[in-house]
């Protein structure tokens, strides 16, 4: 049986790391036969999704923020 190097040893490639996938398709949701997406940034467009907090919305590319008022919420 041959033995294996020990990863991190020098072999003049760069240590790989494992990027986080890309959460995009979960901005996707199928309701029956139509495709319902999540808000999307109207300054970088369709693709560039904003991120949900607690009160507002934001993207992380172009910095777009929106607010969102609670008397939209309860109708
Ligand atoms: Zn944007």
Redesign the pocket.
């Known amino acids: 049986m041959a033995k294996k190097k020990k990863s991190g040893a020098k072999t003049g490639k760069k240590p790989h790391k494992n990027k986080p996938t890309s959460k995009k398709f979960s901005k996707y949701t199928i309701e029956g036969d139509r495709v319902k997406r999540e808000r999307f940034?109207?300054?970088?467009g369709p693709g560039?999704f904003?991120m949900v907090a607690k009160d507002r919305l934001y993207?992380?590319?172009?910095?777009?923020s929106e607010f969102i008022s609670k008397s939209e919420e309860k109708k």
């Open positions: 940034c109207p300054r970088c560039v904003l993207c992380g590319k172009c910095h777009y």
